[in-house]
């Protein structure tokens, strides 16, 4: 469905120091630099699969997504959208895929949020009863409801990302890039909204390629996660797998009948939290039969749960060690 | 999008566009009060003529009644013939509105133009009063009759709209390059305040300078429709300014292409 070989965009930006000499100096000379946004990475994705696009600020997820819908020219390599090139910007292709951006909008700011779909509706030239059917079912699984006849200016940001997730699908895309789509929203809405593109993705069979700083989101949502940091592709697999790779422990949460006295626990592993009755230990993962065997016989245990390290944790691990590879090669 | 497609999408795209402008209606309004400077220019050419009649080179007296018809008629077609596709170009590259446009299988130029064109009714609204104001202080006398005159009319008024908004589009495009092109319109305004007919009627211009200007695009915007309209041209004697305005009309198209494909590869796609 989406190839990408050597892929490369680099940006020609204007630097300049603040201050009025730097301002007035910026009119007879302007320094550029050339930043390299994504420096050649390479991936296969398969149809109907859901990956994650992981990296810090800056990484190169969002240009990479840009690329691939079309919105920016590769500077190198070459991208492949369900046999189009995108930069090409060809009808059928635009009518395939939708980049939501949880910043961007394209509801129209002073209608109510069916103008903008009745437009989609006349631009993607879908079929009026084609149309209905697919505006019913939006309106059933997003809980829009009322929503729709509200200008857009007057609707709440989980109502706005609401409707704008209910626009893009308009014409049923099989390919869809959401960056950050849940971006801004309470907890119980991120969920709801995980729950709703998962069910389009099992649906339909559309192709979904998502960035998040939300955990929870790759975490629920995407079996596999291209890792990319500096413009470069640093893991390409499954989330577990990196989870293990990562952080090869595990958690054991206990909770206890008494308190137990901190010295105790350090013996059986890492302490990472402790109170009065409960505590979380960090073990190795081939520890952690032996470590669970010891505190059932020598701790007065009521409840134990054994879980993988938080992935915020984990990517927080992976780019600050990338970082520090890459101080080091400088 | 193909043209059968974009033929088909038109009219939502003009109904949709239509209610995003009664939407905007104070800032319409406002939009609308900016562009009176035919009524003071009406004022002040009427109190020069009020004593005897201004006499152009060509030997044309304008009387109060000529200027009431010139610059009533000035008014109705600048706002017939206006577009504000510049701004929208810079506003949306700048912050990466543009964005949502390009998703779109749609050319955001034909976008730009429905809905510039939506607005026509709510601006044809505004133009009656001042139609029906003309009729009252010039007298029907001066309504033109003959389907030619008409027809020349509407072929300039066309021309003038296309150029005006080609000339928006090229101007827009120029933040692809530039960053932002504001000031750039800004410049191509003042040229055509002076060279349009705008302010003062094309006759009213030295020869050296009238003549000249029948070889600027600003002179097609306003000039050549008013006069069509307030029987300042014959249709016949207006059709080699009609090929040049339509000239310029293929030209801007044309550039306006070039410009929006070499732009586009340079889009930045800000934000998000």
Redesign the interface.
């Known amino acids: 469905m989406i190839s990408v070989r050597g892929l490369k965009k680099y940006y020609r930006v204007h630097q300049r120091p603040p201050g009025l000499k730097a301002a007035l100096g910026a009119l007879f000379h302007r320094p550029h630099v050339t930043v390299k946004a994504v420096d050649g990475i390479s991936f296969d994705i398969r149809p109907g699969e859901r990956v994650g696009f992981l990296g810090p600020n800056g990484a190169g997820k969002t240009t990479t997504l840009k690329v691939l819908s079309g919105l920016l020219h590769p500077s190198g390599g070459e991208v492949s959208v369900d046999g189009h090139l995108p930069r090409r910007r060809e009808d059928a292709f635009l009518k395939k895929i939708m980049l939501v951006m949880g910043q961007k909008q394209q509801l129209l700011w002073d209608l109510p949020p069916a103008e903008t779909f009745e437009l989609n509706r006349a631009i993607y030239d879908v079929p009026r009863e084609q149309y209905r059917r697919t505006l019913e079912e939006l309106t059933s699984l997003l809980g829009l409801g009322e929503l729709v006849q509200k200008p857009t200016r007057q609707l709440s940001l989980g109502e706005r990302m609401r409707c704008e997730l209910a626009a893009a699908l308009i014409h049923k895309p099989k390919v869809l890039f959401l960056d950050e789509p849940t971006i801004g929203l309470d907890v119980s809405m991120q969920a709801a909204m995980r729950d709703f593109i998962k069910r389009y993705n099992e649906q339909h069979g559309a192709t979904l390629i998502l960035t998040s700083h939300y955990m929870d989101d790759v975490a629920a949502l995407c079996p596999r996660v291209i890792v990319i940091d500096k413009g470069v592709l640093s893991y390409d697999g499954a989330l577990d797998e990196l989870v293990r790779h990562v952080r090869p422990e595990k958690r054991v949460v206990f909770r206890f009948a008494r308190e137990v006295p901190q010295i105790a626990l350090a013996e059986l592993g890492k302490v990472v939290s402790v109170d009065s009755v409960s505590a979380v230990l960090q073990v190795r993962t081939e520890a952690v039969n032996s470590t669970v065997t010891r505190a059932l016989s020598t701790l007065p245990v009521l409840d134990l749960t054994v879980e993988n390290p938080p992935l915020e944790e984990v990517m927080s691990e992976l780019f600050s060690r990338s970082r520090a590879a890459a101080e080091a090669a400088s | 999008?193909?043209l059968k497609?974009t033929v088909?999408?038109m009219?939502?795209?003009l109904r949709?566009g239509f209610?995003?402008a009664v939407?905007?209606r104070a800032e319409m309004l406002i939009w609308v009060l900016s562009t009176t400077m035919p009524f003071v220019m009406l004022a002040l050419w009427s109190s020069v003529a009020h004593e005897q009649p201004v006499l152009a080179e060509s030997g044309r007296r304008f009387g109060e009644a000529e200027f009431t018809a010139y610059f009533l008629t000035t008014f109705v077609v600048r706002q017939l013939a206006s577009s504000w596709a510049a701004w929208e170009m810079n506003y949306e590259v700048r912050t990466?509105?543009l964005?949502?446009r390009?998703?779109?299988?749609?050319h955001p130029l034909v976008a730009y133009g429905a809905e510039n064109i939506a607005a026509l009714p709510m601006r044809i609204a505004v133009c009656l009063p001042v139609v029906a104001l003309s009729l009252w202080a010039v007298g029907t006398s001066a309504v033109p009759r003959g389907g030619l005159r008409w027809l020349a009319f509407l072929a300039a008024l066309l021309g003038a709209w296309l150029i005006t908004f080609l000339a928006n589009v090229c101007i827009g495009c120029l933040s692809l390059f530039m960053q932002s092109s504001v000031k750039v319109m800004e410049v191509w305004l003042a040229a055509y305040f002076v060279f349009s007919g705008y302010l003062i009627p094309i006759e009213l211009f030295p020869g050296w300078l009238r003549q000249a200007v029948d070889f600027l695009p600003w002179r097609y915007q306003i000039g050549l429709p008013v006069e069509l309209l307030s029987s300042m041209q014959e249709p016949a004697g207006a059709l080699p300014l009609l090929g040049v305005q339509w000239a310029y009309v293929l030209g801007l198209g044309l550039l306006a292409q070039l410009l929006w494909r070499k732009g586009?590869?340079r889009?930045?796609?800000y934000?998000?």
């Not at chain 2, 390009?102 to 749609?106: G, M, S, T, V």
């Open positions: 999008m193909s497609g088909r999408a009219p939502t795209l949709v209610s995003e939407a905007y990466g509105a964005s949502m390009l998703l779109r299988p749609l586009l590869s889009f930045a796609a934000g998000g």
